[in-house]
């Protein structure tokens, strides 16, 4: 079945320094990549999302790319915020399940 | 307002005494799950359901059931409560192959 590695599992940075998550999946037949953000005390909200189809999608400050060859895919955050801090996941789409990363614990700091 | 609903946010019970964990969408959505989350290991689906009367196992099936009676509702069930199911549940729904939209949690603590 599919796993999704992810890395790094703790992050560290300045406020409006950008910071970067990277995830690898092992199914080639992976066809969705959504990145969630999970704050305390709550559900993991959805940031972005990519489908195969598509190498690089933007949205404001955050920005997702995927290389279906090497099969990995990445999250970046620019300029990040004190509010940026919270738990991040990406995930990959197999047929009927999503599998989750376990997880980045990122940490602005001003 | 779009939500997914789960009941009760915060449980302490006993091992062996049967529980129900309740999840209500209002999105018309087919497809609903559920994953448990802990430390270290990310979010595990237990259960999933493709639409009515369709349920199927997650990675983590042991221990839990299910049921999709109606499209807005999928409790889970767990029996005869364990220890090692002390978690934090989520339900999440969505249309097939779409964004997952998740409850806020509920945190189980079995004695």
């Known amino acids: 079945g599919e796993n999704v590695e992810q890395h790094p599992s703790t992050l560290s940075v300045q406020e409006g320094d950008s910071a970067v998550i990277k995830c690898t999946y092992s199914d080639s037949a992976s066809n969705y990549f959504p990145w969630y953000k999970q704050e305390l005390g709550k559900g993991p909200q959805l940031i972005i999302d990519i489908r195969s189809n598509v190498g690089e999608k933007k949205d404001q400050r955050i920005a997702v790319t995927l290389n279906k060859t090497a099969k990995h895919f990445s999250l970046h955050i620019t300029e990040t915020q004190p509010e940026d801090s919270a738990v991040y996941f990406c995930?990959?789409?197999?047929?009927?399940?999503?599998?989750f990363g376990k997880g980045t614990t990122l940490s602005v700091s001003s | 307002e779009a939500q997914v609903t789960q009941n009760p946010r915060y449980l302490i019970t006993v091992t062996g005494k049967k529980l129900t964990v309740t999840c209500s969408q209002n999105?018309?959505?087919?497809?609903m799950s559920w994953y448990r989350q802990d430390p270290g290991l990310g979010l595990r689906q237990i259960y999933y359901s493709m639409n009515v009367e369709v349920t199927d196992k997650g990675d983590v099936p042991e221990g839990y059931k299910v049921s999709r009676k109606e499209k807005r509702n999928f409790p889970l069930i767990l029996e005869s409560p364990s220890p090692n199911q002390t978690s934090l549940y989520f339900c999440?729904?969505?249309?097939?192959?779409?964004?997952?939209?998740f409850g806020d949690g509920t945190r189980l603590s079995i004695l």
């Open positions: 999440a729904s969505s249309f097939p192959n779409q964004p997952q939209h």
């Open positions: 999105m018309n959505h087919e497809y």
């Open positions: 995930a990959a789409y197999a047929g009927t399940a999503l599998i």
